[in-house]
């Protein structure tokens, strides 16, 4: 597969263990983005590294039940350092509420791995 769309996978398998159950290790989810990552949320806020922690140490275990399905990925381009993918997600909580979104995410590839730049996450109406 894909490296990048491996990397999509692997992410928000984390992510979904962290923010459903609270378990998992803060510091190697923080190690997958870099120094300058910056998210532009559905809500149009924008968050950078130090934001990204923060949300992260605040919701650990917040969203009980959380369960997180990838579908429709696509490299958008490659180049030789790095990628921009596109995908969609879902997010599903205990209680059955279910968002969508479209996400492109930008990696960057350095000796130490693939690290996400920036995601941009668009919500998809109910």
Request: proline share 3%.
């Given at each position: 597969m894909n490296?990048?769309?491996?990397?999509?996978?692997d992410a928000h398998v984390a992510i979904e263990a962290w923010l459903g159950r609270g378990v998992g290790d803060l510091?190697?989810?923080m190690a997958?983005?870099?120094a300058a990552f910056t998210l532009v949320s559905p809500a149009g806020t924008v968050l950078d590294r130090d934001g990204l922690r923060t949300l992260f140490t605040t919701h650990q275990a917040g969203r009980p039940g959380l369960k997180i399905?990838?579908?429709?990925?696509?490299?958008?381009?490659?180049?030789?350092t790095g990628a921009a993918v596109r995908y969609r997600e879902h997010q599903q909580l205990a209680d059955n509420?279910?968002?969508?979104r479209w996400s492109t995410a930008v990696f960057s590839r350095s000796?130490?791995?693939l690290v996400w730049c920036h995601l941009h996450e668009t919500l998809v109406a109910g």
């Open positions: 490296p990048y769309f491996t990397e999509v996978l510091e190697a989810l997958r983005f870099s399905d990838i579908d429709s990925m696509t490299l958008v381009q490659a180049w030789d509420a279910t968002t969508t000796e130490q791995g």
